[in-house]
């Protein structure tokens, strides 16, 4: 008797399952990667069905009586059980099966970075997951003991391995230290996870990574709040540093961005690095005041970040009357124009050589920085944010080593002894905003540069990343 509605039960009861499965993704997921959250979902997906059908019996019953009601428990474990089982089953194959081919790799930090790692096992042959935190010492991951980190220099010797992987954020002092360990295997390729658009990916491990001071101090809120639907004019926008405050702005939600740059390739190449916002390219310089002036009519910024300037020791000291013209007149024609036409805030990016200045381009920010904090200004608040070194900036050592090491030649020191301090270029720019955002007017904001590194040890570092055994340090005097 229960066989003449059996037809009606199971047409309603599987285009329910397929509805609610369907709406939860599951058939969108690549079997390889089904894992527990999908697991859970299908559970979610299944009781949501039966809860379907189960209401669709009482508004029709008739449509379905007689039907044992055991069906439905018996249906709903043995469908989770094989819709599951199948896919799982696709995952327990694939990640039984490692290509012993592969290279031997080792696995730093044990997470789910690194889990999703091993689990690539068509693409990596784990050997080995060390950890440096002393409660996961010892416990299994993914069928692999974890190691103390004092081990690691064995277990690539004892496992051959040819690659290593960070796959934790360590703080670049720890970080050393493992890259101290790793160095003295000449035939090691290293990367290390970073961030990329919210997403974990594998990089080669790379100078920055070593000397990166990540500030744990930021406060994005009162940034966002300080640059949101704000107009920002730029001034230098094409330079290393106004170009990523540009993108920065971007980010935080500024309205628009008036960007004046004196280099055309350099103002075309910020524009093609930034979204859909709204913006003006303004080709000039910041000493022409006419033109600043006409700039200030036409789109009437509330804030301004002038970033333009010569910066380059050498080169300043050796055209001394362009460098101080160029650094200290644009600054006073463009803060002038600022207090004119009623701007909110002036940010005037200086530099840590303005600390008792020993050259040219050292004392012209020093005298910016006084002209700042003197100047009449009782609308516009004037603030002053130095600058050190920055990883990867136009000018910096580090594109310099670079470019030696590629060209095979010695690279060029000053001196043993002599430091600089560094920060990767986005943490800096950040600052610089968050600086803006709680100066009140005639302060200057000293950025935590973290500890000054010797130029030497540096070089040192980077001939080690580059592999090559062939390059000295060369010191030319100070």
């Known amino acids: 008797s229960y066989m003449s509605n059996f037809l009606a039960v199971f047409v309603s009861l599987a285009l329910l399952k397929v509805l609610f499965i369907a709406r939860f993704g599951i058939y969108r997921v690549t079997w390889r990667y089904f894992s527990l959250y999908e697991a859970k979902k299908l559970i979610y997906a299944h009781l949501l069905a039966y809860i379907g059908f189960v209401l669709l019996y009482y508004l029709t019953p008739q449509s379905f009586t007689p039907f044992p009601r055991s069906v439905l428990m018996i249906d709903l474990f043995l469908s989770i059980l094989f819709l599951g089982f199948f896919r799982f089953l696709k995952r327990l194959v694939i990640e039984s099966d490692t290509d012993k081919n592969l290279a031997k790799t080792l696995i730093i930090g044990a997470n789910s970075f690194a889990q999703s790692i091993i689990k690539e ?3 990596y042959n784990v050997s080995a997951v060390v950890e440096s935190d002393k409660t996961l010492v010892g416990t299994h991951f993914s069928d692999l003991t974890v190691q103390d980190m004092s081990r690691l220099g064995g277990l690539i010797e004892k496992h051959g391995i040819a690659k290593v992987i960070i796959a934790k954020e360590y703080e670049p002092s720890e970080l050393g230290r493992i890259f101290d360990v790793l160095q003295a295997y000449k035939e090691l390729e290293v990367q290390i996870a970073t961030l990329q658009n919210h997403k974990k990916v594998l990089k ?3 100078i920055e990574d070593l000397l990166a001071r ?6 994005k809120v009162a940034i966002e709040a300080f640059i949101k639907n704000r107009v920002v004019l730029i001034s230098g926008a094409g330079g290393s540093i106004g170009s990523e405050i540009a993108r920065q702005c971007e980010i935080y939600g500024a309205a628009k961005l008036i960007l004046v740059e004196n280099s055309e390739f350099n103002l075309y190449t910020v524009d093609q690095q930034l979204g859909n ?9 910041v000493l022409d005041g006419s033109a600043m002036r006409r700039t200030m009519q036409l789109h009437m910024p509330n804030i301004i970040i002038h970033a333009a300037a010569y910066k380059h020791v050498p080169l300043v000291e050796a055209n001394m009357h362009e460098g101080l013209r160029n650094n200290i007149l644009g600054t006073k024609v463009l803060l002038d ?4 036409y009623g701007v909110e805030k002036f940010v005037l990016i200086s530099s840590d050589k303005a600390v008792r200045p020993t050259n040219v381009m050292g004392a012209s920010k020093r005298i910016c920085e006084l ?4 100047v009449e200004s009782s609308k516009t608040e004037v603030v ?3 600058f050190g070194n920055v990883l990867g900036s136009s000018g910096s050592v580090i594109p310099k080593f670079q470019a030696q090491i590629a060209r095979g030649e010695n690279l060029s020191v000053t001196h043993p002894e002599v430091t600089r301090y560094f920060m990767l270029l986005s943490e800096a720019c950040e600052l610089v905003l968050q600086a803006a955002s709680i100066g009140k007017g005639g302060e200057i904001f000293i950025l935590d540069m973290g500890e000054p590194i010797k130029i030497a040890d540096l070089a040192r570092k980077m001939i080690a990343l580059s592999g090559r055994d062939d390059i000295d340090i060369d010191f030319t005097g100070l």
């Open 277 to 285: 916002i709204e913006r003006e390219l303004v080709m000039s310089s």
């Open 337 to 340: 124009l600022a207090i004119e």
């Open 214 to 219: 990540k500030p744990k101090d930021l406060d």
């Open 384 to 386: 002053s944010v130095r």
């Open 371 to 374: 002209y700042g904090q003197n």
């Open 204 to 206: 080669e491990l790379s």
């Open 121 to 123: 096992r068509s693409a």
